[in-house]
């Protein structure tokens, strides 16, 4: 599996939203959904590579797919 670096929050909710997410609501976390499909993106940066994995996988995305979208 490819490595994901840690990213920019901001740059994370751009992508997610190229997937099809949309923003929730946000605080100190940005949540964002897609249908049935929940995501929390926490507010710092980088945000963690082992935390982004999860975000992404939680989205249903490969790691190479979400790379795409950055």
Known sequence: MPKLPGI???????????????IARQGKHIVM????RIVTIPRHNPVNAFT???????????IKDFKKLL
């Open 8 to 22: 920019n929050h901001l740059q994370a909710v751009k992508a997610l939203e190229k997937a099809g997410f949309s």
């Open 33 to 36: 959904n897609k249908g049935l």
């Open 52 to 62: 982004m994995g999860g975000i992404v996988r939680d989205a249903g995305l490969t």
